[in-house]
């Protein structure tokens, strides 16, 4: 696991970054307008940018695809913002997943990490409340509620990395 | 005036501006100076018509006003209190350093203390807006040392809090009796803004945050304009006024006014800039010059102090440090309106923060540029002995 150190910069946003194995500090900073900027640090003089680049927001979107980037904590920080302490997620089941052809109550989503399932979405058909006699399939799409933390531990066990 | 003439000559003032900004971003500085210089030279060698220099002298009032109440929305925010609790002793250094160099040569040059005072906030402050640009446009904001260059010029705003009342006091004049009670009074006035902006601002931001983009521009617009005016007639700086409605907002009404306003205020504050310019008396100049240079020389160094110390703190190396200090040194839209408001006290103040500005926005970004060299000599003594 990455230490990503976060600071905030005044008037422009949140920087987050982090020393990389390949010895340069690396970061991304979130401006307040929903721009990122990534940068890496020079060599020679590491407290300092060697290249930066801003992205628009599609953009960054194209690029957390393509490097695979969790686009869940992303949404999150949107959702978040409706309702302080309570956060809603669309988590889409992998192909991988333990419980492509389980039963929904096999999670035990809400004991394990204090969500609730509130549906499924299911090709262009949502099963609305979900009872745990409900058998996941392949391309599932899990609507959760809960905290923050609580829907990226929903989706670390979906994923079957809890 | 017909019309048509009026036009003519705003539309050259305003291409000229134009001409000046891309001369400065070619050139990698601030367009604030070149803006003051192109005042200069359309007092100097244009001679504008009663319509459009009276246009002008109403635009750059606007100006000051839009800067100031832009100051004041970067009030309510959450960084605010977070650079306050990390980074409060750096932000006392550079009080304790920039303030007095102003305070000092306004005294020595024999000015009435009010215009010491406002000296003082001439030095006093950095042009966050230079900083935030410089930084940005350089692709440095991923610095190490960038967070304390932002920490110092919030801190600054903070203090502005506190001293904007005081200046506002002063101004009024009037015996000693008379000013501490109008000192009193601002600071009430000021203290119970924080407090209900605080308490209740949330409701003022609910009742203008409505869906349409343009209703919102136009009342937080007519807001400021009232309020300013209010402010004006009671005698209190208009500008005074405004930073207080920029106070009082918070949240996404914030957010979305300093979206919507930025535009407005950098066209009135261009504005401002080349009124400041054109009312300059070029034959004071020569008068000022030196101790506009001295003052620039001595609060280079305490600026660069400033930076210095707070990057070390922050664990950055020496370049890193350079490149604070050097950032903090140019002075800006801020020295330039304080000297503003002190026109009628001491009028060489005008010249003397102008030329000031100018050499101070000139010596911040070559001292950047030579970010490396500076840090080996900076560093010179210590290598001998590391060495053996």
């Known amino acids: 696991m990455v230490k990503l150190d976060e600071t905030p910069l005044p008037g422009v946003g949140m920087r987050y970054d982090f020393d990389s194995r390949s010895g340069k500090r690396v970061g991304v900073i979130t401006h307040r307008d929903g721009r990122r900027e990534i940068f890496v640090a020079r060599r020679d003089d590491p407290d300092a940018c060697a290249e930066s680049i801003v992205l628009a927001d599609d953009e960054a979107e194209a690029v957390a695809d393509l490097l695979g980037g969790s686009s869940v904590t992303r949404r999150l920080e949107t959702s978040m913002q409706d309702i302080q302490g309570l956060a809603m997620d669309w988590l889409p089941l992998p192909d991988t997943s333990p419980f492509v052809g389980q039963l929904l109550g096999s999670t035990m989503m809400r004991t394990r990490t204090g969500t609730s399932i509130v549906a499924v979405m299911r090709g262009q058909q949502a099963v609305p409340a979900p009872g745990p006699e409900l058998t996941f399939e392949r391309g599932d799409v899990v609507v959760v509620v809960g905290t923050a933390p609580g829907i990226r531990q929903a989706a670390a066990l979906l994923r079957g990395t809890p | ?388």
């Not at chain 2, 160099?101 to 006093?124: R, S």
């Not at chain 2, 203008?208 to 300013?228: H, K, T």
């Not at chain 2, 310019?277 to 030196?290: E, Y």
Request: glycine letters at 12%; proline letters at 5%; a neutral charge.
């Open chain 2, 1 to 388: 005036m017909p019309l048509g003439q009026l036009f003519l000559e705003l539309g050259v003032v305003i291409l000229a501006l134009a001409l000046v900004g891309r001369a400065a971003g070619r050139l990698g500085i601030t367009p604030i100076p070149l803006y003051l210089l192109a005042g200069v030279g359309l007092g100097a060698f244009m001679h504008l018509g009663r319509a459009p220099e009276e246009f002008i002298h109403v635009g750059a009032e606007i100006g000051a006003v839009l800067l100031l109440f832009t100051l004041g929305l970067e009030f309510t925010s959450q960084e605010l209190r977070e650079s306050l609790s990390k980074q409060r002793n750096i932000g006392a250094l550079d009080l304790a350093l920039n303030f007095p160099p102003g305070l000092i040569a306004g005294w020595l040059l024999g000015l009435p203390p009010m215009a010491c005072v406002l000296l003082g906030g001439v030095t006093y402050l950095t042009s966050s807006g230079i900083a935030s640009k410089v930084l940005s446009d350089l692709g440095r904001l991923g610095n190490r040392e960038t967070p304390v260059i932002l920490g110092v010029c919030v801190l600054e705003d903070v203090a502005m809090a506190v001293y904007l009342p005081v200046v506002a006091a002063l101004l009024l004049g009037g015996t000693l009796v008379a000013i501490g009670v109008n000192l009193i009074v601002a600071l009430g006035v000021f203290a119970l803004t924080f407090f209900l902006a605080l308490r209740y601002g949330h409701l003022l931001s609910r009742a203008l945050n409505v869906p349409s983009d343009e209703a919102l521009l136009l009342g937080v617009l007519g807001l400021v304009l009232v309020v300013a005016g209010a402010a004006d007639l009671l005698k209190v700086s208009a500008a005074i006024g405004a930073f207080l409605v920029g106070i009082a907002l918070s949240g996404e009404v914030a957010d979305r006014a300093r979206r919507q306003i930025e535009p407005l205020r950098d066209l009135f504050a261009a504005v401002f800039f080349v009124f400041f310019g054109l009312q300059l008396n070029l034959a004071q100049v020569p008068d000022v010059l030196l101790a506009a240079t001295l003052l620039a020389v001595v609060t280079a160094a305490t600026k660069f102090a400033v930076g210095w110390i707070g990057a070390a703190r922050a664990g950055v190396q020496t370049r890193g440090r350079v490149r604070a200090g050097a950032t903090l040194i140019a002075r800006g839209e801020f020295s330039i309106l304080i000297a503003g408001l002190g026109l009628g006290l001491a009028p060489q103040l005008g010249p003397l923060a102008a030329v000031y500005v100018l050499l101070t926005a000139l010596i911040g970004p070559v001292v950047t540029r030579f970010d490396a060299p500076i840090a080996a000599w900076l560093t010179r003594p210590a290598r001998p002995a590391t060495s053996n």
